[in-house]
């Protein structure tokens, strides 16, 4: 079999469709097989695909050696996740073999010690045992971690909590995973690194992200790495710590290939060079498992990446679809009750794009409706961050609304100045026209953006008694209702952090929404919610 037949079997058709890019190394042939990495990122519970992504794996393995990698999130973001807090999505995952995992920034979201628990059943325990949750471990102390991740640390000593990297021998190669995490989940997730007083527990080294990457692979390569992949969940958008994949792939240098995720991005294989002029080559998914990566190193040392779109395939892993099929059988009673009907989209996502995060759509107001309706504030303000997916017209379920607003943050009422909160509305709109998962969606609120002087104007408070809008008052205190993320938990930039506490509820925001709708509205979302309500004006 030629050089170039054994190409085009291992990586398939899929190759002349979604145009690879090619990374030319200079070392010999050899009579190897091709070595395979079949990669995702931000499936955010989408645990319906994980049989294909398994059956890909599978067929893949008759040609060529394979492994399997996740570059995070995906604990959190769907119904399986927050119907279990993370347990269905690792009985899921931990059938499918993964070689290689780095945490996301929603890995955190039930906080550290449920997301340590969690990621010991995928064959792991953290490095460190003298940290505030060892008590959690199992006697499995020393295994070989399929997670990887460098700048995860313990603030009282600077230890890792997890490996720098893995070194897997495929053929006769080995591969180095090194893992990393982007460090501004140490604000958006910062309730699971402080404890109660906001003592800071655990940090991800943003100022010396780059150099712990460089040392990593510096490490690999002298334990004998032939190939060095960065399983990177630090996306494509630039930050104020210069972590974006392709910043950290033009500052270091030894990385061959970037698995990237965060940003939800499609990249089949973009290239850049790094500090010596080496070409990296970077990849990126989407999200959902829409599409699965695959990495192909040939024999020659060529590097290829394509995107297989998952709705192509059809092999299924036996043991890890009986294993989805479990998941849903304990969660189906809860989730398939259906609660209510919807005569319109509400908007979170628009192609792909997640407009509830740059402008009002009608989900935002109708989240917000239900967390005013639940607390009776003068105001609510929900970050769009945490409303996630569409809710289509018909027949609503308890999973539908899961999906809408699947995180596990608390009803939080607080109170603040008319000043403070015309401070926060500014601050989180500091990103147009880019997406801000802090952009916030309000009732009993209207008011005015200017996008490009990124000002707020005419912000107007609804009266309870005359229900007429009224300009809001700098000096006088009003009840915001909102969530335990957002007070306590870094967002809308931790301007709510020392606000005055009147309220806290176990209820989370899909409780919110289910009664809003059940009761409140008796079933039924009418044409009130067709379009937005006019609670923002943005102009350009």
Same mark, same amino acid.
């Given at each position: 079999?030629?050089?170039?037949?054994?190409?085009?079997?291992?990586?398939?058709?899929?190759?002349?469709?979604?145009?690879?890019?090619?990374?030319?190394?200079?070392?010999?042939?050899?009579?190897?097989?091709?070595?395979?990495?079949?990669?995702?990122?931000?499936?955010?519970?989408?645990?319906?695909?994980?049989?294909?992504?398994?059956?890909?794996?599978?067929?893949?393995?008759?040609?060529?050696?394979?492994?399997?990698?996740?570059?995070?999130?995906?604990?959190?973001?769907?119904?399986?996740?927050?119907?279990?807090?993370?347990?269905?999505?690792?009985?899921?995952?931990?059938?499918?073999?993964?070689?290689?995992?780095?945490?996301?920034?929603?890995?955190?979201?039930?906080?550290?010690?449920?997301?340590?628990?969690?990621?010991?059943?995928?064959?792991?325990?953290?490095?460190?045992?003298?940290?505030?949750?060892?008590?959690?471990?199992?006697?499995?102390?020393?295994?070989?971690?399929?997670?990887?991740?460098?700048?995860?640390?313990?603030?009282?000593?600077?230890?890792?909590?997890?490996?720098?990297?893995?070194?897997?021998?495929?053929?006769?190669?080995?591969?180095?995973?090194?893992?990393?995490?982007?460090?501004?989940?140490?604000?958006?997730?910062?309730?699971?690194?402080?404890?109660?007083?906001?003592?800071?527990?655990?940090?991800?080294?943003?100022?010396?992200?780059?150099?712990?990457?460089?040392?990593?692979?510096?490490? %690999? *390569? @002298?334990?004998?790495?032939?190939? /060095? &992949? $960065?399983?990177? =969940?630090?996306?494509? #958008?630039?930050?104020?710590?210069?972590?974006?994949?392709?910043?950290? %792939? *033009? @500052?270091?240098?030894?990385?061959? /290939? &970037? $698995?990237?995720? =965060?940003?939800?991005? #499609?990249?089949?294989?973009?290239?850049?060079?790094?500090?010596?002029?080496?070409?990296?080559?970077?990849?990126?998914?989407?999200?959902?498992?829409?599409?699965?990566?695959?990495?192909?190193?040939?024999?020659?040392?060529?590097?290829?990446?394509?995107?297989?779109?998952?709705?192509?395939?059809?092999?299924?892993?036996?043991?890890?679809?009986?294993?989805?099929?479990?998941?849903?059988?304990?969660?189906?009673?809860?989730?398939?009750?259906?609660?209510?009907?919807?005569?319109?989209?509400?908007?979170?996502?628009?192609?792909?794009?997640?407009?509830?995060?740059?402008?009002?759509?009608?989900?935002?107001?109708?989240?917000?409706?239900?967390?005013?309706?639940?607390?009776?504030?003068?105001?609510?303000?929900?970050?769009?961050?945490?409303?996630?997916?569409?809710?289509?017209?018909?027949?609503?379920?308890?999973?539908?609304?899961?999906?809408?607003?699947?995180?596990?943050?608390?009803?939080?009422?607080?109170?603040?100045?008319?000043?403070?909160?015309?401070?926060?509305?500014?601050?989180?709109?500091?990103?147009?026209?880019?997406?801000?998962?802090?952009?916030?969606?309000?009732?009993?609120?209207?008011?005015?953006?200017?996008?490009?002087?990124?000002?707020?104007?005419?912000?107007?408070?609804?009266?309870?008694?005359?229900?007429?809008?009224?300009?809001?008052?700098?000096?006088?205190?009003?009840?915001?209702?909102?969530?335990?993320?957002?007070?306590?938990?870094?967002?809308?930039?931790?301007?709510?952090?020392?606000?005055?506490?009147?309220?806290?509820?176990?209820?989370?925001?899909?409780?919110?929404?289910?009664?809003?709708?059940?009761?409140?509205?008796?079933?039924?979302?009418?044409?009130?919610?067709?379009?937005?309500?006019?609670?923002?004006?943005?102009?350009?």
């Amino acid at each position: 079999m030629t050089k170039q037949h054994l190409h085009l079997l291992v990586c398939g058709l899929a190759l002349s469709l979604f145009g690879c890019k090619t990374l030319q190394k200079a070392i010999p042939a050899g009579k190897e097989k091709s070595i395979v990495v079949l990669y995702e990122n931000d499936v955010h519970c989408a645990t319906e695909n994980y049989a294909k992504l398994a059956g890909l794996r599978d067929a893949v393995a008759d040609t060529a050696y394979v492994a399997l990698v996740s570059s995070g999130d995906y604990l959190q973001g769907g119904t399986a996740g927050a119907i279990s807090t993370g347990q269905y999505v690792i009985d899921v995952m931990k059938e499918c073999g993964y070689d290689a995992v780095t945490i996301g920034n929603h890995e955190f979201d039930y906080k550290m010690p449920r997301m340590i628990e969690l990621l010991r059943q995928l064959g792991t325990t953290p490095l460190t045992t003298n940290h505030p949750y060892s008590h959690m471990q199992s006697g499995n102390i020393g295994q070989p971690p399929p997670v990887t991740c460098v700048n995860l640390r313990d603030s009282k000593n600077n230890k890792a909590l997890y490996r720098p990297y893995i070194l897997k021998q495929l053929g006769n190669k080995k591969i180095a995973f090194v893992g990393a995490t982007t460090p501004t989940a140490r604000k958006t997730e910062e309730y699971a690194f402080v404890d109660k007083d906001y003592n800071e527990l655990y940090n991800l080294s943003p100022d010396s992200l780059t150099d712990l990457i460089q040392k990593a692979v510096n490490n %690999a *390569r @002298q334990a004998g790495a032939d190939y /060095v &992949v $960065l399983l990177a =969940h630090l996306g494509e #958008e630039r930050n104020e710590f210069n972590s974006d994949s392709h910043s950290i %792939a *033009r @500052q270091t240098t030894g990385i061959d /290939v &970037v $698995l990237d995720g =965060h940003t939800h991005s #499609e990249i089949i294989g973009d290239t850049v060079h790094n500090k010596t002029g080496q070409t990296v080559v970077i990849s990126q998914t989407g999200t959902k498992l829409k599409n699965i990566g695959k990495l192909v190193i040939t024999p020659d040392g060529t590097i290829t990446t394509e995107l297989v779109p998952t709705s192509q395939l059809t092999r299924e892993n036996e043991k890890v679809k009986r294993a989805y099929t479990i998941t849903c059988e304990k969660s189906r009673n809860f989730t398939e009750q259906v609660i209510g009907d919807n005569e319109t989209l509400l908007l979170v996502r628009d192609n792909g794009k997640k407009v509830i995060r740059l402008r009002e759509t009608n989900a935002g107001d109708f989240v917000a409706d239900a967390v005013m309706d639940y607390c009776k504030s003068d105001i609510t303000m929900v970050n769009a961050g945490s409303i996630r997916t569409n809710l289509p017209s018909g027949e609503v379920t308890n999973g539908g609304i899961l999906d809408l607003a699947p995180y596990d943050n608390r009803l939080t009422v607080v109170e603040e100045t008319g000043a403070k909160i015309v401070e926060l509305l500014t601050a989180c709109i500091q990103s147009l026209p880019n997406a801000d998962g802090d952009f916030p969606q309000v009732a009993g609120l209207r008011f005015e953006i200017d996008g490009t002087n990124h000002t707020i104007s005419n912000v107007m408070v609804k009266n309870k008694s005359t229900r007429q809008y009224e300009p809001i008052k700098p000096d006088q205190l009003y009840t915001i209702g909102t969530t335990d993320y957002t007070v306590k938990g870094g967002g809308f930039k931790g301007l709510l952090r020392h606000s005055k506490i009147v309220r806290e509820d176990n209820k989370t925001m899909s409780d919110m929404v289910a009664l809003y709708l059940k009761y409140t509205l008796k079933g039924h979302i009418g044409k009130e919610y067709a379009e937005p309500q006019g609670r923002i004006n943005l102009k350009y």
